[in-house]
């Protein structure tokens, strides 16, 4: 079963800059890396295809996943929440086996954490979350069972509605990764 990633990087980034002159996206982090790129790449790592959602007219993180080896796709709606660049990136993907989804701000997630949820969905799981110290995190790893809810999604919640609906199975992980995105300038 080969499940494709999906990098949700469509995003203003209010908290980090409520004016909108800094994308949170492409701040350097102080391991030398840019958010989205270091998201990116460790996704890349573990999945052979990866389509990435950028909000329209943010050509800069669109050509930088690009030359990674993403696949780009364009939300026009991003403004109306997540779910319009989950749904985008569905619709792109629509025969997939199943998606592990990933967000462009959270560049500190390894590549063995989404190794143990796409191998969670193979071993017959529809949902599978990471769970550091008691939180539950992100990624999370859904198999095409669940398509027609995800095509369902709304607003800004993403995929949060079918976690609380549904059997997920939780990953136990040592990867504080997946519970610390980038919010403020201090979070670099």
């Known amino acids: 079963m080969a499940l494709t990633g999906i990098l949700l990087a ?3 980034g209010r908290r980090f800059d409520p004016s909108g002159v800094q994308n949170k996206l492409l701040q350097t982090m102080a391991d030398g890396d840019i958010v989205v790129a270091a998201s990116a790449r460790n ?4 999945l052979p295809r990866v389509v990435a959602v ?12 690009g030359r990674l080896g993403c696949e780009v796709r ?6 109306l929440g997540m779910a319009e660049s989950l749904l985008t990136a569905i619709e792109h993907t629509r025969g997939a086996e199943g998606w592990l989804i990933g967000l462009g701000d959270m560049p500190r997630v390894r590549p063995d954490t989404m190794r143990a949820l796409v191998a969670t969905i193979e071993r017959g799981a529809r949902i599978a979350a990471p769970v ?7 990624p999370v790893a859904f198999s095409s069972y669940h398509l027609p809810l995800l095509l369902a999604v709304e607003g800004d919640q993403g ?25 403020t300038p201090g979070d670099l």
Not at 54 to 65: F, H, I, S, T
Not at 132 to 138: K, L, M, P, T
């Open 43 to 46: 996704m890349l790592a573990v």
């Open 10 to 12: 469509a995003g203003r």
């Open 159 to 183: 995929a949060r509605a079918i976690l609380k609906s549904h059997t997920v199975s939780e990953v136990a992980v040592d990867d504080d990764g997946v519970v610390r995105d980038i919010d």
């Open 132 to 138: 550091f110290e008691g939180r539950r995190g992100n």
């Open 54 to 65: 950028v909000r329209e007219g943010d050509d800069k993180v669109a050509a930088l996943l």
């Open 74 to 79: 364009v939300c026009v709606d991003a403004d």
